[in-house]
C-alpha cells in the first residue's frame, strides 16, 4: 500500500470541514436577528437553513461520480474556492438575497468537501487504523456545529454577525493552502459515462424530498398545504425512478451494489438513527430549555456545550477502540447509554436542575459517540475499493435526508403535544402554562427518540466485525 504524508493530508481536509461545519450551525443563533436586519419574516430567514440543506441534498449524491471524474487535489480546491467565496461575499452582505448566495456557495462547499474527506480516509489509511482517523472527521462533524451557536451568541453580543464570517475566513485560507502543499491525488480518474438522466431524477427526488420535510420543519406549514406534500410527493416519485435507473444501468451514478453488504447497510442504519436522535434533541432542547425553562440563548447555548465537545473529544478515542476490539460491544453499550439518557429527559420539566439537564446531555452525547464512528466505519470497511466513492455518497446523502426528517418529526410532535395541553388547559394564555405545554411536547419527542433508539439496539446485536481482505487492498494500489 503506498505511504502517504497522512497527518499533513488529515490537517487541511480537517481544518477546512471544521470551519465549514461551525458557520453551518453559527448562523443559526443570528436568524432572529438577521429578521430585524433584513426586515425579513421567520419563514424567509429559515431559507438561510433550508437553502443550505438542499444544496447539499442535491450535490452529495453526486459526489460519487464527481470522485471519479475529477482529481482529489481537483475536488478539494474546489470545494475550497466556493467555500471562500461564499463566507467572504457574506461577511460583506449588504442584503438577504446577498447572503443566500453566499449560503448556497457555502454548502457547495461542504456538500464536495465531506464525502472527499471519507473517500480520502479509505484510501490512505490501512483498515486498521481507520477507526481513529474516522473519529477525527467525528471530532469535525459533531464539535464544529456544537460550538457554532456558543460562539455566534458572544460575536453578536459584543460585535455584529458578520463577524461569524470574517472568524472563518482566515482558517479556510490556512486550509487551502496547507491541501495546496501537502495533499496528494488519492483517487483513480476513471471518467464513468454522465448519465444527465439520473443526475435530473437524483436533483429532483433528494431535492424534493429533503425540501418538503424542511418545510413541513418549520412548523408553520402543515401537512396539508401543497407546499409540502408537493415536494415530498413528486421528490419520492422520482427517486423510484432515479433507483430502477440505477439498478438497469452498467455504470449507474449511484451504485446501489453497496446494499449487498450486509454490515454496510447495519452500520448506514446506525448512522441514520443517530442523525436523527442528535438533530431531534439539538432542536428540541435549546427551544425547552428557552421556552420552558426561560433561559437566554446564550446560557441554552453553553449548556449543551460540555456534551457536545466532550462527544467531539471522544470521538477520536472511541475511534482506537473501535480498531482494537471491534465494533459490537461499543455500539451495544453506547445506544444502552443513549436509552437511558432520553428516557431520563423525557420526564425533565422547568423545574429540573441545569447541572442535572446538563448530565444528561452528557450522557447522551457519549453514547452517540460510541455507536456513530464504529457503526460507520465498520460498515464503510466492508466495501470493495472501486465501491468506496458510492458508498460514501450513498451514506451522506441519506444523512441529509434522515436530518431532514428527524427534524421534521420532532416539530410535529412537539407542536401537537403542545396543541393538546392548551386544548385542555383552563388558562392557555398564561406564561406558566405556555411553559407547561412546552414541557410535553419536549418530553413526547425525546420518547420518540427512544423507541428509535431500542430500535437500533435490536440491530446492533447482529454487527460484527469486517475483516477486511488485505490482498484485495494491496491489489488495488
Not at 470545494?79 to 449588504?94: D, P
Not at 435530473?200 to 431535492?207: D, E, H
Request: charged fraction near 10%; hydrophobic fraction near 55%; aromatic fraction near 10%.
Amino acid at each position: 500500500m503506498k505511504q502517504y504524508n497522512t497527518r499533513a493530508i488529515m490537517s487541511s481536509l480537517l481544518i477546512c470541514g471544521f470551519v465549514g461545519m461551525f458557520s453551518e450551525t453559527a448562523l443559526n443563533i443570528a436568524i432572529s436577528n438577521l429578521m430585524v436586519v433584513f426586515q425579513i419574516s421567520a419563514a424567509t430567514a429559515q431559507w438561510l437553513t433550508t437553502g443550505f440543506l438542499l444544496t447539499l441534498g442535491i450535490l452529495m449524491p453526486m459526489t460519487g461520480l464527481l470522485l471519479q471524474w475529477f482529481t482529489t487535489r481537483q475536488l478539494f480546491i474546489g470545494s475550497l474556492v466556493s467555500s471562500i467565496a461564499g463566507t467572504l461575499i457574506a461577511a460583506l452582505a449588504l442584503n438577504f438575497e446577498m447572503l443566500m448566495v453566499a449560503r448556497v456557495l457555502q454548502a457547495a462547499g461542504m456538500g464536495l468537501l465531506i464525502p472527499l474527506m471519507f473517500n480520502t480516509i479509505l484510501v490512505v489509511y490501512p483498515p486498521e487504523k481507520r477507526g481513529a482517523a474516522m473519529g477525527f472527521v467525528g471530532l469535525v462533524i459533531m464539535f464544529a456545529p456544537a460550538i457554532g451557536p456558543t460562539v455566534a451568541g458572544l460575536l453578536i453580543e459584543y460585535l455584529t454577525w458578520h463577524y461569524i464570517f470574517w472568524l472563518s475566513l482566515p482558517f479556510l485560507i490556512i486550509g487551502l493552502l496547507v491541501g495546496l502543499k501537502f495533499l496528494e491525488n488519492v483517487t483513480e480518474v476513471t471518467k464513468p459515462r454522465i448519465d444527465l438522466l439520473s443526475v435530473v431524477l437524483s436533483t429532483i427526488g433528494f431535492g424534493g424530498v429533503v425540501f418538503g420535510f424542511s418545510k413541513a420543519g418549520e412548523g408553520a406549514e402543515s401537512w396539508t398545504n401543497p407546499a409540502v406534500v408537493f415536494p415530498i410527493v413528486i421528490g419520492l416519485v422520482a427517486l423510484v425512478l432515479f433507483i430502477l435507473r440505477q439498478v438497469f444501468m452498467n455504470e449507474p451514478m449511484m451504485d446501489l451494489g453497496v446494499f449487498k453488504y450486509p454490515m454496510y447497510n447495519v452500520g448506514l442504519l446506525m448512522v441514520l438513527a443517530c442523525m436523527m436522535i442528535i438533530l431531534s434533541s439539538m432542536i428540541i432542547l435549546p427551544m425547552f430549555l428557552q421556552n420552558g425553562m426561560k433561559l437566554s440563548a446564550f446560557t441554552a447555548g453553553l449548556m449543551l456545550l460540555p456534551g457536545s465537545a466532550l462527544n467531539g473529544i471522544l470521538s477520536p478515542r472511541m475511534g482506537s477502540l473501535f480498531d482494537k476490539y471491534g465494533p459490537k460491544w461499543l455500539v451495544i453499550s453506547g445506544l444502552v447509554i443513549v436509552a437511558i439518557m432520553l428516557w431520563l429527559l423525557s420526564g425533565i420539566s422547568s423545574s429540573s436542575s441545569i447541572a442535572f439537564i446538563v448530565a444528561l446531555h452528557i450522557g447522551l452525547m457519549v453514547g452517540i459517540s460510541m455507536v456513530w464512528m464504529p457503526a460507520q466505519t465498520n460498515g464503510l470497511n466492508q466495501l470493495p475499493p472501486e465501491l468506496y466513492p458510492h458508498g460514501t455518497a450513498v451514506m451522506n446523502t441519506l444523512q441529509q435526508v434522515a436530518g431532514a426528517i428527524g427534524t421534521t418529526i420532532a416539530i410535529i410532535i412537539l407542536t401537537s403535544g403542545m396543541e393538546k395541553y392548551m386544548s385542555e388547559s383552563s388558562a392557555p394564555t398564561k406564561p406558566a402554562e405556555m411553559a407547561n405545554a412546552m414541557t410535553l411536547g419536549s418530553q413526547n419527542v425525546f420518547l420518540f427518540a427512544m423507541i428509535v433508539t431500542l430500535i437500533s439496539l435490536v440491530l446492533a446485536f447482529f454487527i460484527r466485525r469486517v475483516i477486511v481482505n488485505h490482498a484485495a487492498m494491496n491489489s488495488v494500489h
